[in-house]
């Protein structure tokens, strides 16, 4: 399994960033994906997962409205679109395989949302 995400950065409250995740070694359009993100100082925490059966998707109740999950299959690739940026969205967001924390997740890509 290998997940590689790109697209983090540095923005001001109010603002956008696109978040993807190009993903290899496994089947990946018959795998339900999520997006974690680890706050500096706290644990993993859940954001947003989709369902590889019919593309449902699922947010945390803090981002619901704002965050935006997809995904290709034929390219293998997920993306989470993150609008109206709030300062406590600041953490290393991870892609990962499969539902909740526990599947195998990617190295991660640093959001930082500061004034």
């Known amino acids: 399994v290998q997940l590689v995400e790109s697209g983090g950065g540095m923005v001001q409250p109010g603002g956008s960033l696109s978040l993807s995740c190009e993903a290899s070694?496994?089947?990946?359009?018959?795998?339900?994906m999520s997006w974690v993100r680890q706050a500096p100082g706290k644990g993993l925490e859940w954001v947003s997962g989709?369902?590889?059966?019919?593309?449902?998707?699922y947010y945390e109740e803090s981002v619901r409205g704002r965050f935006t999950i997809s995904r290709d299959d034929k390219r293998n690739v997920l993306w989470l679109q993150m609008d109206n940026l709030r300062p406590e969205d600041t953490a290393v967001y991870h892609c990962a395989k499969d539902w909740g924390l526990r599947g195998p997740r990617g190295p991660g890509t640093q959001v930082t949302v500061s004034p």
């Open positions: 070694g496994f089947t990946f359009a018959m795998t339900d």
């Open positions: 989709i369902k590889y059966k019919d593309s449902s998707t």
